[in-house]
């Protein structure tokens, strides 16, 4: 297997220090709604210049406290009783070969080196990796199929 190494571009700052406060302000652990900071180190801040003009932005970062992976899961909440585990590349867990999360968030405001953000599931302290903005054209595909796991989320189970 083949090493890849990253360097983060900033942190976050957030009223949540562990994993587990995050999980119990997330809705089931779907939607979090969370206003977080992303405060970039100074060498990255000319990257913010017209993100403001920008909606939303989906953000990379390292899932730093997670200390285990599941090649098998469960791809909801465990409240949710009746489904049965999936390939970890199959949900959306945190528990990954990787631990690279992926969020699209809401940019409340931008100014020098910070980003101020809603929808963020990330703790304080948590590595950025990468932020890019949220474009309709590039990254909403015409037609989706989502697998039957995961009509719960719309009260269809």
Not at 14 to 29: D, Q, V
Not at 67 to 86: D, F, G, N, R
Not at 106 to 113: A, E, G
Request: net charge neutral; glycine share 6%.
């Amino acid at each position: 297997m083949e090493e890849i190494t990253f360097t983060s571009i900033g942190r976050v700052r957030c009223e949540f220090r562990e994993p587990r406060e995050l999980e119990f302000a997330c809705e089931l652990g779907l939607k979090c709604s969370a206003v977080s900071e992303i405060i970039l180190d100074p060498e990255f801040k000319t990257g913010l210049e017209g993100l403001q003009h920008f909606s939303h932005a989906f953000v990379l970062f390292h899932i730093h406290k997670v200390a285990k992976t599941e090649l098998k899961t469960y791809p909801a909440p465990l409240s949710i009783k009746h489904l049965q585990p999936v390939g970890v590349f199959a949900s959306r867990s945190q528990y990954r070969p990787n631990p690279i999360g992926l969020r699209l968030v809401k940019i409340l405001q931008v100014s020098k080196n910070r980003l101020v953000v809603e929808g963020l599931d990330a703790i304080d302290g948590t590595p950025v990796l990468d932020i890019k903005p949220y474009v309709p054209g590039f990254d909403r595909p015409a037609k989706v199929n989502t697998a039957v796991w995961y009509h719960w989320q719309n009260g269809q189970d």
